[in-house]
């Protein structure tokens, strides 16, 4: 008994190791694709995936959770409905869902990144609810969605927890710009600096249940959590 115990132990051990490793290789792929000038959320997504069943998204969700709103939103699962975007727009013009409906209906971006994600795991809700959020957490920051934009976010994802995502894709541009573009290296490290220093002063982002203040001036948003936008 004890025999055939220790083989199916063996054998549990060598399949977590087999999806480690593909996880892994995921991983690379699409780092490497992104470095060699692939920008598509394809890529981003595939690398998305394979992070979230890693040990470190495990502990960016436990990092979380240390803060109790967080932590009550990663327990009670909390995914609101889709944005309704026409609605937002009979907000107030310096509301929150107004401001965040426009740039959505101008830039032609997807409110609903979130649509067939899943959340059996603390991991899982926590990507779904940042997918469903990340425009909103640009509009708040001030940081546009250019590339060097995008890449003060991470950082300030990074200043608030140790967010896998975010760590590759600052790392990913880091080197691309080193190598490919390296005039831009110093407004890189510029956006990256003030993501970082206004993430650390801020309160959790992620705490917020921005839903449930649409109308909310974007001022006020940003004066209660103090953040200082670019």
């Known amino acids: 008994m004890q025999l055939m115990n220790f083989k199916a132990n063996q054998l549990v051990d060598a399949e977590i190791q087999q999806k480690n490793h593909f996880q892994m290789l995921v991983i690379f792929k699409s780092f490497f694709s992104m470095l060699t000038g692939e920008s598509s959320l394809e890529a981003v997504?595939?690398?998305?995936?394979?992070?979230?069943?890693?040990?470190?998204?495990h502990l960016a969700a436990e990092y979380l959770k240390r803060d109790r709103a967080c932590a009550a939103l990663i327990r009670d699962r909390y995914i609101p409905a889709p944005h309704d975007l026409d609605k937002l727009l009979t907000y107030p013009e310096n509301s929150l869902g107004y401001i965040y409906a426009a740039t959505i209906k101008e830039t032609g971006f997807d409110p609903n990144l979130h649509a067939g994600m899943t959340a059996e795991t603390d991991a899982k809700y926590v990507e779904l609810r940042l997918s469903q959020t990340h425009d909103i957490w640009?509009?708040?920051?001030g940081f546009d969605t250019s590339v060097i934009g995008e890449i003060g976010l991470q950082a300030f994802?990074?200043?608030?927890?140790?967010?896998?995502?975010?760590?590759?894709?600052?790392?990913?541009?880091?080197?691309?710009?080193?190598?490919?573009?390296?005039?831009?290296?110093?407004?890189?490290?510029e956006a990256i600096a003030q993501g970082w220093?206004?993430?650390?002063?801020?309160?959790?982002?992620?705490?917020?249940?921005?839903?449930?203040?649409?109308?909310?001036?974007?001022?006020q948003w940003q004066a209660e959590l103090n953040i200082q936008p670019v």
Not at 47 to 53: F, I, K, P, Q, R
Not at 138 to 141: E, K, L, R, V
């Open 138 to 141: 640009h509009i708040i920051t």
């Open 197 to 219: 220093q206004m993430g650390k002063t801020a309160k959790p982002l992620f705490a917020q249940k921005w839903e449930e203040g649409w109308d909310k001036p974007l001022s």
């Open 157 to 189: 994802h990074l200043s608030q927890f140790p967010y896998p995502l975010a760590t590759m894709l600052v790392a990913n541009s880091l080197m691309s710009s080193t190598l490919l573009d390296p005039e831009q290296l110093p407004q890189l490290l």
């Open 45 to 57: 997504g595939e690398m998305s995936d394979a992070l979230v069943e890693t040990p470190a998204f």
